[in-house]
């Protein structure tokens, strides 16, 4: 194989797209307000900050399955807050941030050749993960829309990134029996689980959706928007026993494995809930602040009932957009970079600091610029 042909398949990165736009927002003079990707701003919690550091001493190698302790708080932590139950050690592990496992799903589970269905409006590594593995992507939101097709995995993202928009338990339920009578493997993306606003979301795992049956189903948590843990890479699958026991033996080949320190942190993550309750709030509080702004700028917000994004437009092309904020002094990701049903709209993140909402809201209601 010759160099460079892997990616040439894959579609550009798109927040490389963005360089002009973003040199036009950092003129202005009070510096830019970088809404366009969802990275963490606030500091870690000192309780996992001092199990990271606690566990610093750590010369061997970690276990790919993580230490029974992981798996117990991980266990722990999906019950107690989102009311998960059934769930045994050797049906959750841990991963190396979410994104890593979400890019080689279809290439762990040898899906090469195969269908992977994903939402019309998605996370943009679905369709990467597919591509990397060698697989075809169909864009999906009903089940009416797949036809006779039979696809190996279809992708659920309930609260979406990029819309925010919340899935019903009914439809939940609908596509998990779906999937059973097929054979179909459903990974749901719930990185955004516990940042419901308007609606409380359900985990695919919940009893109401899956009858406590994890058969053919994984869900998908991450520890970077609950924790502000984005920089420790540290996520976690869940799900059937025998697809995540298949996945640990490829990964334990691959050399995929959630370092000590990290391993540590994540047990303190899981088993605090005030820290993440005190996360939840400053960005509750953003949206409280920067919802509005946008409403009275003109713009419509659409969906965005939970997560940690507006998906906002000015019913014209979402480039357009973009380039009247960037005058401001604001950076948005453009709706098109999670397929062509976002032509329309831009998402914008809540993950800026409270000062940073704050210029976004006083630029937005001045009208001279």
């Known amino acids: 194989m010759k160099a460079g042909t892997v990616s040439a398949s894959l579609p550009v990165f798109p927040w490389d797209t963005l360089s002009d736009v973003a040199a036009v927002a950092r003129e202005h003079p009070d510096g830019v307000v970088d809404l366009s990707v969802g990275t963490p701003v606030d500091d870690v919690a000192p309780v996992i900050r001092d199990a990271l550091a606690a566990a610093s001493a750590a ?45 080689w799903l279809p290439t762990l589970l040898g899906l090469g050749g195969s269908t992977v269905v994903v939402p019309e409006l998605a996370y943009p590594t679905y369709e990467v993960g597919a591509l990397l593995a060698g697989a075809r992507v169909l864009r999906a939101d009903s089940l009416t829309q797949l036809g006779p097709a039979s696809p190996a995995l279809l992708y659920l993202n309930s609260p979406s990134n990029p819309t925010g928009k919340v ?130 700028a003109g713009f419509t917000v659409d969906h965005s009932e939970a997560g940690l994004y507006l998906w906002a437009t000015r019913d014209e092309p979402c480039r357009a957009t973009v380039a009247w904020l960037a005058r401001r002094g604001i950076l948005v990701a453009p709706g098109e970079f999670y397929g062509p049903r976002g032509a329309r709209h831009v998402r914008v993140a809540l993950t800026a600091t409270d000062e940073r909402i704050a210029a976004a809201v006083q630029r937005l209601a001045d009208p001279a610029r």
């Open 59 to 103: 010369p061997g190698y970690p276990t790919t399955a993580g230490t029974p302790e992981l798996r117990e708080a991980m266990a722990g932590a999906l019950h107690r807050r989102y009311a998960i139950t059934g769930l045994t050690p050797s049906a959750i592990l841990p991963v190396i941030g979410t994104k890593e496992l979400i890019a």
């Open 167 to 296: 899935l019903p338990v009914d439809h939940l339920r609908k596509v998990v029996e779906w999937a059973r009578r097929r054979g179909v493997l459903v990974a749901s993306d719930e990185c955004y689980l516990g940042l419901g606003w308007d609606q409380a979301p359900v985990s695919v795992l919940h009893p109401q959706v899956c009858d406590g049956d994890h058969t053919g189903l994984l869900a998908v948590h991450s520890l970077s928007k609950t924790s502000s843990l984005a920089g420790y890479r540290a996520g976690f699958v869940a799900g059937d026993p025998a697809v995540v026991a298949e996945l640990l033996t490829v990964r334990k080949h691959a050399g995929m494995m959630v370092s000590t320190p990290v391993q540590a942190a994540m047990i303190a993550a899981l088993d605090d809930d005030a820290h993440q309750q005190a996360q939840r709030e400053r960005y509750a509080r953003r949206r409280d602040t920067l919802l509005p702004a946008l409403q009275s």
